[in-house]
Structure formats: C-alpha cells, structure tokens
C-alpha cells in the first residue's frame, strides 16, 4: 500500500546557480531584448510603404483631375445656360403679357435645371477616389509615426527601472539576507 503526500506547501529555493546582486540579462530571462526594437522596425517599414502608396495614389488623383475635361466642360456649360435661362426668366418677368408669366416659369425651371446639372458636374470633378485612398494611406502613416513614440517612451522607461539598480540597493538586499537567515 502506498501513500501520496497531500501537503499545501509550496517550496522555492530560487533558480539554480543564482547569486544574490547578480542580474541575469533579459536575453537570459528568455525575453526578446529588442522587442520594441523589432515593434519599431515594423512600424517603419509600414510608414515607408505607406508613403509610396500615398504618393502613388496623389499621382493617380492628379492625372484624373486633370484628364477629366469631360465633367469639367459640362460644368461650364451647364453654369453658362442656367445663368442664361435665369436671365430670359427675369427678363420676361418685366413683361405684363399673360404669355410672358409662362414664358417666366418655364425659363425659370430650365435654369434650375441646369443649376442641378452644373451641381452634378461639380460634385464629380471634386470627388476623387484616389485622395480618399491617399488620406487614408497618411493617416496609417500617422498612427505607425505615434505607436513608434510610445514604444520608445516605454523604451525609455525600462532602461532607467533596469540602470536603477546600483551596487548600494545590492549590497542592501545582501544585508537583509544575512540577517534574515541569522
């Protein structure tokens, strides 16, 4: 018959071949010692590509823009005639025929009609889909630019909790040591 020992207990006598003030480096610890500096390399070859695609992409806007004579023409001449039709609208309003107060209502919504077109025109000319992607592109490029001052703030941080240590702090804790075991 045998039986198994069932203690609460919990026995740690440290890690093997630890001394007292002697540190081991993170590489020993099994931490990456560069993580942040990894993070950030990462975030910088993030931000390079995300510059080439935004100027790729403000390239792309721009030869749109300017090879888009279409809707800029049927933007001028839809201004042009709803300015015209407006005009013959106030002219006939002058008038005191009963067929002029037609003629004026129908001038009039012609020239609405062409304010609605020429609003169309301009709103295609200004939407672009590339300076959306382009802006889109800066903005990640912004945020990679922002990860990277954290991580070296936190870079900072550790490097000073780590220098922190002096030979007095360990000499201290020798102290204690000994004369907690006497």
């Given at each position: 018959m045998s039986y198994i020992d069932e203690t609460d207990e919990l026995y740690h006598h440290g890690v093997k071949g630890q001394k007292w003030g002697v540190r081991r480096t993170p590489a020993q610890l099994g931490y990456r010692s560069d993580k942040l500096s990894l993070k950030n390399r990462k975030?910088?070859?993030?931000?390079?590509?995300?510059?080439a695609r935004a100027h790729k992409y403000d390239?792309?806007?721009?030869?749109?823009?300017?090879?888009?004579?279409?809707?800029?023409?049927?933007?001028?001449?839809a201004e042009h005639k709803a300015t015209k039709y407006q005009a013959k609208a106030?002219?006939?309003?002058?008038?005191?025929?009963?067929?002029?107060?037609?003629?004026?209502?129908?001038?009039a919504i012609r020239a609405k009609q062409w304010e609605r077109r020429a609003a169309k025109a301009k709103k295609r000319l200004e939407h672009n889909k590339w300076n959306a992607k382009a802006d889109k592109?800066?903005?990640?490029?912004?945020?990679?630019?922002?990860?990277?001052?954290?991580?070296?703030?936190a870079k900072?941080?550790?490097?000073?909790?780590?220098?922190?240590?002096?030979?007095?702090?360990?000499?201290?804790g020798k102290l204690?040591?000994?004369y907690v075991s006497d």
């Open positions: 975030l910088s070859d993030s931000i390079t590509k995300n510059t390239t792309k806007a721009a030869a749109k823009s300017a090879g888009d004579h279409r809707n800029q023409r049927k933007l001028v001449k106030d002219k006939e309003a002058g008038r005191r025929f009963a067929s002029s107060e037609r003629k004026t209502g129908d001038y592109a800066r903005s990640s490029i912004a945020k990679a630019q922002r990860l990277i001052e954290q991580n070296n703030a900072k941080v550790y490097n000073s909790t780590i220098q922190a240590i002096n030979a007095g702090t360990i000499e201290q204690f040591m000994k």
